[in-house]
C-alpha cells in the first residue's frame, strides 16, 4: 500500500491576510486488527489521524528566530473528511483553513512566538488510542530546548481526548503544559452519544400531543421529510414512528458517524445502528477518569470552559 502524501490549503484571517497548510496524514487505525498504520492509502488519507502545520509563525515576535516559541496545538474533532482540497469546510469559504483561521486572528495579537499546528482525528481510532498518538508528538515538542510552553487547545470531544493524553506524557513534559478545554462532554452529551440521544427522541415524541407534532411538521417537513412522505394534519402512530427515524437518519448523516460518537454512551450499545456496534468503547469513561490522569491534572493548568468558543475566550491564552 502505497502511503499518501497530504493535502495544500489556504488559511484566510483577519484583514485579507493568507498563509497555506499543508495536511499530512499520520496514521490510520484498522477496526480488524486494532492496530495504527503508518502507512495510509489515498482512499484513507481523509479519514486518518493527520497534522496540518502552517508556512509562517505568529505572534508580535514571529520574525525573531532567536526567539524561543510556544506550540498552540488545535484539537476541535474535525476530520480530514470535513474539508475540501484547499482546506475550506465543506467548500464554505467562511470558515477555512483547516480550523484554524478564526484562531490566527488571535494568535497573531499574542505577544510571544507562536507556531501552530491543527490535529485532525480519525474517522476509527478510539479516543483513548488517539490521546497516545497525540501524546507522542507532544512529548517530541518538548524535546525542542526551544519549545518553552506547548497550549493544548481541545474542543469538544478533543477536550476529552486531551486530558486522556496526559496519562502518556512524560513527567519532565508536564512543566509549562497549559490545556485549555471547551464544551468538553466528559460526563457524555445527547448529541455525542446516539445511545442517549434516540432514546430521547423516543422519549420525547413519546409525550407531545399529536397536534402539537402535526405544528411542528408544517414548520419543518421540508427540511426534514422529502417531499412524497409529507406527514398528515391529524398524526397516525406510524407518521410519528416514521417522524422519530427520520431525525435519527439526519444525526448520522450530518454528524461523524463514527467511532468517535460511542465514547461517551453510558450503556450498552442497543439503539446503535448493528454497522458501527464492533466500534463502541464502553471503557471510555474509566480510562478517561483514572489515577494517572487524575494526578496529572493536579501537576498542570487546565482551563474549562462550557460555553461557545469565540475571540474573546480565545484571549484567555
Known amino acids: 500500500m502505497k502511503s499518501q502524501k497530504g493535502r495544500y490549503g489556504k488559511v484566510k484571517y483577519g484583514k485579507e491576510k493568507i498563509c497555506l497548510a499543508y495536511c499530512k496524514p499520520l496514521a490510520k487505525y484498522d477496526l480488524v486488527s486494532k492496530k495504527w498504520s503508518n502507512k495510509v492509502s489515498k482512499e484513507e488519507s481523509g479519514k486518518a489521524f493527520s497534522r496540518v502545520i502552517y508556512n509562517r509563525e505568529f505572534g508580535k515576535k514571529a520574525d525573531d528566530e532567536k526567539e524561543k516559541y510556544t506550540s498552540f496545538i488545535m484539537l476541535d474533532g474535525t476530520r480530514v473528511e470535513n474539508f475540501s482540497g484547499d482546506g475550506k469546510r465543506n467548500g464554505i469559504n467562511s470558515i477555512s483553513g483547516w480550523g484554524m483561521s478564526e484562531y490566527m486572528k ?80 466528559f460526563l457524555g452529551t445527547l448529541l455525542a452519544s446516539p445511545l442517549n440521544l434516540y432514546k430521547k427522541i423516543d422519549s420525547l415524541y413519546e409525550g407531545l400531543s399529536n397536534n402539537f407534532l402535526s405544528s411542528l411538521i408544517n414548520s419543518v417537513q421540508q427540511v426534514v421529510i422529502p417531499t412524497k ?89
Not at 490535529?119 to 488517539?130: F, S, Y
Not at 530546548?145 to 469538544?156: A, D, E, M, R
Not at 448523516?253 to 465514547?263: A, K, N
Request: aromatic fraction near 8%; proline fraction near 4%; charge should be positive.
Open 106 to 185: 488571535v494568535l497573531d495579537n499574542m505577544p510571544d512566538r507562536i507556531k501552530p499546528t491543527a490535529i485532525l482525528v480519525d474517522n476509527d481510532g478510539p479516543l483513548e488510542e488517539q490521546s497516545r498518538l497525540l501524546a507522542e508528538y507532544i512529548n517530541k515538542l518538548k524535546s525542542d530546548k526551544n519549545c518553552k510552553k506547548v497550549i493544548l487547545f481541545g474542543q469538544s470531544k478533543c477536550g476529552c481526548m486531551s486530558i486522556a493524553s496526559l496519562k502518556y506524557l512524560k513527567p519532565e513534559n508536564l512543566d509549562k503544559l497549559d490545556v485549555q478545554l471547551y464544551q468538553a462532554p
Open 229 to 317: 412522505k409529507r406527514i398528515k394534519k391529524v398524526m397516525k402512530k406510524e407518521d410519528k414512528n416514521f417522524l422519530t427515524q427520520k431525525i435519527k437518519e439526519i444525526y448520522w448523516q450530518t454528524l461523524s458517524r463514527s467511532h468517535m460518537d460511542f465514547d461517551v454512551a453510558e450503556l450498552g450499545n442497543s439503539g446503535i445502528p448493528k454497522e458501527y456496534e464492533d466500534r463502541y468503547d464502553q471503557e471510555f469513561l474509566g480510562n478517561m477518569f483514572n489515577k494517572a490522569t487524575l494526578e496529572r491534572m493536579k501537576q498542570i493548568k487546565v482551563t474549562n470552559i462550557t460555553t461557545k468558543c469565540t475571540d474573546r475566550t480565545l484571549k484567555r491564552l
